[in-house]
């Protein structure tokens, strides 16, 4: 019903830059909210970011004023611009979506298939 395809992960060293991006296809009537999260190995996966279309954009504490997330509404696109990467931001990103596909029915969430991340020190 509702694809969320990532893109923009990669290798990169401590201090440099990424620019994750989250397109979604599909039966979309509309998006309530869009963001991400990611998994490190052993660790739970972890609220990074979101972005409603309506409201306050939320920042883990962690990546407040490195990381910033934007929405294309228009095109069903969310990009989380992660700026000044430190190693302990490696980990698996997932895009997720809150998405009503036809009027009337509860929204759900969708999830992307994840992007990895590596920093290295």
């Known amino acids: 019903q509702v694809q969320l395809v990532e893109s923009g992960g990669g290798s990169v060293q401590a201090g440099e830059s990424l620019r994750l991006s989250c397109a979604a296809s599909?039966?979309?009537?509309?998006?309530?909210?869009m963001g991400w999260y990611r998994q490190a190995p052993g660790l739970q996966r972890e609220l990074v970011a979101s972005?409603?279309?309506?409201?306050?954009?939320s920042y883990q504490a962690s990546v407040k004023g490195r990381f910033t997330i934007s929405m294309d509404n228009a095109a069903n696109t969310v990009n989380l611009q992660m700026n000044s990467l430190k190693p302990e931001d490696a980990a698996v990103y997932y895009c997720?979506?809150?998405?009503?596909?036809?009027?009337?029915?509860?929204?759900?969430?969708?999830w992307g298939q994840g992007t990895q991340v590596t920093v290295s020190s």
């Open positions: 599909g039966t979309i009537f509309s998006i309530n909210v």
């Open positions: 997720y979506a809150d998405v009503v596909t036809w009027p009337g029915r509860p929204s759900r969430n969708y």
């Open positions: 972005i409603p279309s309506a409201g306050s954009i």
